[in-house]
């Protein structure tokens, strides 16, 4: 490959990674073509963009970023394929929904929300987190739930209120 070819795959990658907020790197070799698709077809459904790339390119598009990837670095190992993604658990749980009837695609890394999770063990814990805008839902869940009392008292108050001067109001 010339030195022009590969400025421009490291060009393209380093466009589709800044437009997406969160990215894994995983392992996919060894599934065959049908399994490949499938996972493909998961990816687009989800909303995730899967790329197969070399470590040397991504390590070089990763370089010419803002954020800092470093402590991606070290699992560039073997063969590598990119998920990116703009909601941080969406591909942890695809990935691990896939594996269900699949060996791989194995997480070897991944960057969400400014933080980096290393290895296989991680998984569990990136299906886990909450993405920004369900932590919003339970903030302001969380903020309703006291209005919610207040009023549901003082309607209830008023319907006591009534029924007193009402009581009142037969006796006179």
Known sequence: MKKEEKQVIIDNLTEQVKSHKHLYVSDISGLDA?????????CFKAGVKLI???????????????ANYEELYGSLTGSSAVLLSDTGNVPAKLIKEFRKAHEKPVLKAA???ESVY????????LVQLKS????????????????QKL?????SGKNTV???LKTLEDRA
């Open 162 to 164: 009534t029924g007193v």
């Open 111 to 113: 960057y969400v929300e």
């Open 34 to 42: 049908v399994a490949t698709q499938d996972l493909r077809r998961a």
């Open 132 to 147: 920004k805008d369900e932590l919003l839902g339970d903030i302001i869940l969380l903020l309703q739930s006291p209005i």
């Open 52 to 66: 197969q790339v070399k470590n040397t390119l991504l390590k070089v598009a990763l370089d010419g970023l803002e």
């Open 118 to 125: 290393v290895g296989e063990g991680q998984l569990e814990s």
């Open 151 to 155: 009023i549901s008292s003082l309607e």
